[in-house]
């Protein structure tokens, strides 16, 4: 099992002065301790779980540059893109870039996007569910298509471009891989059959069911279901679980099919639980 390392909190003690010099730290840090990648949430507002909407947000892609250049070997990415925060066309670029200043490190995440009230805040519109994921899919196709190298015109219901060209290609071929965020099994286990390298699901006892929905839906569209990398998001805290208890939880989510684990890391800026994970959790994991 792989752990990659999500940094969804941006309120620090020393404000955001601290930000800039505070990220690389975690980045170079986690680098060394073995952690697989690295991700941020694509939200412009801090969202509930983790803090009320005034805490400190930085936007996902710019943040993804900054935490490329600060590292060399982690792969990059938005855990996960909201839809309707990006024209598509600029979606692919933007990934692009990112895969080839990174020199191939960078991942498309991406979902349906969720948080209404920060896309109105913010003036980004955000229609209902049934077309977000229209829209999703379309960017989907759009990346795919981009990415392929093929300028043939999009024509689609939400989105048309005239010449999709994308110069530079990605260094990843055939394209950065793709991953999609969500456990629904009508639309989203499809995409991620259909279009994507890997899915992220919740640490549930659910996810036998989710993986079993995607192997039909692989089925169907012809696909490897051995292909597509099961993720699972995860929080990592060696303060309130032992080692032992955090490997156990490992186990029993590897037990279940999940390959990679995207955790989340309480204090994460005070560098030392990423130290100790790295001495203590991620060669226990890499075994399972």
């Not at 191939?104 to 009230?117: D, K, M, S, T, V």
Request: charged letters at 25%; hydrophobic letters at 40%.
């Amino acid at each position: 099992m792989k752990v990659g390392l999500v940094v969804p909190d941006f309120t620090w003690p020393d404000g955001p002065a601290s930000l800039g010099p505070g990220l690389c730290q975690v980045a170079r840090t986690a680098e060394e301790a073995g952690f697989a990648s690295i991700w941020v949430m694509d939200h412009l507002w801090q969202i509930g779980r983790n803090g009320p909407p005034e805490h400190e947000m930085l936007e996902a892609y710019t943040a993804l540059g900054f935490l490329a250049a600060a590292t060399s070997r982690m792969e990059v990415g938005a855990l996960v893109t909201g839809v309707v925060y990006r024209h598509p066309g600029m979606l692919a670029k933007q990934v692009t870039t990112l895969d080839v200043l990174s020199g191939g490190r960078a991942w498309l995440g991406i979902g349906a996007a969720w948080n209404e009230q920060e896309s109105r805040g913010l003036g980004i519109p955000f229609p209902p569910l049934g077309e977000r994921f229209e829209r999703l899919e379309e960017t989907l196709r759009i990346c795919h298509q981009m990415w392929r190298g093929d300028e043939t015109p999009f024509e689609g219901t939400h989105y048309r471009l005239e010449r999709p060209l994308n110069s530079p290609q990605s260094l990843r071929r055939p394209h950065p891989p793709v991953l999609v965020g969500g456990m629904g099994e009508r639309k989203t286990l499809r995409m991620v059959a259909r279009y994507a390298d890997a899915c992220n699901l919740f640490p549930t006892p659910d996810v036998p069911h989710k993986l079993d929905v995607l192997r039909e839906h692989c089925e169907r569209e012809g696909r490897d279901f051995d292909e597509i990398e099961r993720t699972a998001a995860f929080e990592l805290d060696l303060t309130q679980h032992s080692v032992e208890q955090t490997i156990g939880s490992l186990r029993w989510l590897a037990g279940m099919g999940i390959q990679t684990v995207l955790a989340s890391v309480k204090d994460v800026h005070r560098l030392d639980p990423l130290r100790e994970i790295g001495e203590r959790v991620i060669p226990a994991a890499a075994e399972l």
